[in-house]
């Protein structure tokens, strides 16, 4: 389950989980927002999902992974657009730029289609596996954080995480990752 950074009002009765496994070579991540989901800024579907920059300034599903004890990371942003970016870091916040051995990140994305009630309860799915042997040595062992920006209508961004460990919310934290 994952917690908000800040414990706030229109955040109740919203629930965030995600689920990871890493079999030596392959990632698999599934999210599941469960809620008032009218609320919130959720981008239409696009007609053609690409890769995208600025995802994570609005609704925005992320992970953030690396090898324990190496400096380098990567960095993934999931909306609910379909579109997608998957990020590779030299350490602890420099060198971002797209990480050139991806091209394509096919998710799947199960979200409502209509808005019957701003009230009623809805949810929204989205998961992925992504092979990492371009990026990992297989067998390697992975250490993750699975994260989202929420973004309501009308109180803008929260952040959410496994595990909040600084005094401001920082996904790019290294101990903040947990081991798979």
């Known amino acids: 389950m994952l917690a908000p950074f800040r414990s706030e009002p229109q955040l109740e009765g919203l629930q965030l989980q995600a689920t990871a496994t890493w079999d030596?070579?392959?990632l698999s991540l599934h999210y599941g927002l469960c809620g008032a989901l009218a609320a919130?800024?959720?981008?239409?579907?696009?007609?053609?999902?690409a890769r995208r920059d600025g995802l994570w300034q609005s609704t925005c599903f992320e992970?953030?992974?690396g090898v324990p004890g190496q400096p380098q990371y990567w960095e993934i942003n999931l909306a609910p657009s379909g579109d997608w970016n998957l990020?590779?870091?030299?350490?602890y916040r420099e060198g971002l730029r797209p990480e050139p051995?991806?091209?394509?990140?096919p998710f799947r994305l199960v979200r409502p289609d209509a808005w019957p009630d701003p009230s009623a309860t809805q949810e929204l799915q989205l998961s992925f596996e992504l092979d990492l042997r371009s990026l990992i040595k297989a067998a390697a062992p992975l250490e993750l954080s699975a994260t989202a920006v929420l973004d309501h209508r009308e109180h803008g961004c929260s952040y959410w995480a496994w595990r909040h460990t600084g005094q401001e919310a920082d996904f790019h934290r290294r101990d903040s990752f947990l081991p798979l």
């Not at 919130?40 to 999902?49: E, V």
């Not at 051995?101 to 990140?105: E, I, K, T």
């Open 87 to 91: 990020y590779a870091l030299s350490a």
């Open 101 to 105: 051995a991806v091209s394509r990140l």
């Open 63 to 65: 992970a953030f992974f």
């Open 40 to 49: 919130w800024r959720l981008p239409p579907p696009a007609a053609q999902p």
């Open 24 to 26: 030596g070579a392959v």
